[in-house]
């Protein structure tokens, strides 16, 4: 089984930062053995796409509206995925979900179906 644990969110100004952290934990598999996410899920919204990053720590893709502003990173040593959030606007305020996926080494998907293990979620709420 793994469990995911995320942390980091806050309220936040506009233009300002934040660092999600996304703990990683399994009996079975390694952290080495997932590809990580990030999706967001505003209120009254379905769950969205926001970053992911390989196995192989060499394939990353994000979302249109976070390109340039957020940074998503592994370390293994820490079996921790980060998400890097600059320049927050107020329409990035959503529950922020960590996400694994048993996939090949080279693959990070855009697709939340493809994702094996979820965290709970942490809150992003950036002001006006």
């Known amino acids: 089984q793994v469990q995911l644990v995320e942390s980091g969110g806050g309220l936040v100004q506009a233009g300002g930062s934040l660092r999600l952290s996304c703990a990683f934990s399994?009996?079975?598999?390694?952290?080495?053995?997932?590809?990580m996410g990030w999706f967001l899920q505003a209120p009254g919204k379905e769950r969205e796409f926001v970053a992911t990053i390989s196995r192989s720590n060499t394939t990353t893709y994000y979302a249109d509206s976070v390109k340039g502003r957020f940074t998503i990173s592994r370390d293994a040593a820490k079996n921790t995925v980060y998400l890097q959030m600059n320049r927050l606007k107020p329409e990035d305020t959503a529950v922020y979900y960590c996400?694994?996926?048993?996939?090949?080494?080279?693959?990070?998907?855009?697709?939340?179906?493809?994702?094996?293990?979820w965290g709970q979620g942490t809150q992003v709420t950036v002001s006006s």
């Open positions: 996400a694994a996926d048993g996939t090949a080494f080279w693959v990070a998907s855009k697709y939340s179906y493809d994702y094996d293990y």
């Open positions: 399994g009996r079975t598999f390694t952290f080495s053995s997932y590809a």
